[in-house]
């Protein structure tokens, strides 16, 4: 089956830089890969996600980028502002209705003000 | 984007006792449903992927008859845990996929906290 992992697990910043949060995966049939921001006690939100035919999408200050080739695909937030803090999964599956979704471990981020 | 709704948010139980967790889609059709069970700082476990009309799967490791899994119709699954003890203290979060698309949406969660 399919394994994500995730790195770093956690991540501090200050505010205004930048943050990268990269995940590998090892099943190649995979080919959608959302990520997901989780506050304490809350549900994960679906921030950004990205389709295998395509090789980078950006909304705003989020962009997410994509390699099938190496299988990996990482998470880019710019202007980092303290309502980033969260923890950020990554997910991936091969796209049909109702297949499983294989998250990665997390990533627990502070921007420190 | 869609809407999963998931109660009760927090539940504090005796041991021994049972507990139900609702989870519904609010305006989409989800033939699948997805239940996790998350600990403190760490990622989402899947314990069951659940089909409507059918039986649920089980995730190795996860007893079926400790977690039962029903998913009546098309919006809605329950998870309940039975004869709960400590242990099963945790954060449940359930899931479900648009019948569409292949996106995932989550519940709100649940707290459990078996005395």
């Known amino acids: 089956g399919e394994n994500v992992e995730q790195h770093p697990s956690t991540l501090s910043v200050q505010e205004g830089d930048s943050a990268v949060i990269k995940c590998t995966y090892s099943?190649?049939?995979?080919?959608?890969f959302p990520w997901y921001k989780q506050e304490l006690g809350k549900r994960p939100q679906l921030i950004i996600d990205?389709?295998?035919?395509?090789g980078e999408k950006k909304d705003q200050r989020i962009a997410v980028t994509l390699n099938k080739t190496a299988k990996h695909f990482s998470l880019h937030i710019t202007e980092t502002q303290p309502e980033d803090s969260a923890v950020y999964f990554c997910?991936?599956?091969?796209?049909?209705?109702?297949?499983?979704?294989?998250f990665g471990t997390g990533t627990s981020l502070t921007v420190i003000p | 984007g869609a809407v999963v709704s998931q109660h009760p948010s927090r539940v504090i139980c005796k041991s021994g006792t049972s507990v139900k967790i609702e989870c519904r889609s609010l305006?989409?059709?989800?033939?699948?449903m997805f239940w996790y069970r998350q600990f403190p700082k760490q990622s989402l476990m899947l314990m069951a992927t659940?089909?409507?009309?059918?039986?649920?799967?089980?995730e190795q490791g996860v007893e079926k008859d400790k977690f039962l899994i029903n998913h009546a119709s098309l919006t809605l699954s329950t998870l309940t845990v039975t004869s709960a003890h400590p242990e099963d203290s945790s954060f449940y979060i359930c899931?479900?996929?648009?019948?569409?698309?292949?996106?995932?949406?989550f519940g709100s969660g649940t707290q459990l906290s078996v005395l």
């Open positions: 659940s089909n409507e009309g059918s039986k649920a799967t089980y």
């Open positions: 899931s479900a996929s648009t019948e569409t698309n292949e996106k995932l949406f």
């Open positions: 099943d190649s049939a995979s080919n959608y």
């Open positions: 990205i389709r295998s035919n395509v």
């Open positions: 305006d989409f059709q989800a033939t699948t």
């Open positions: 997910a991936a599956s091969n796209g049909n209705t109702g297949n499983q979704f294989y």
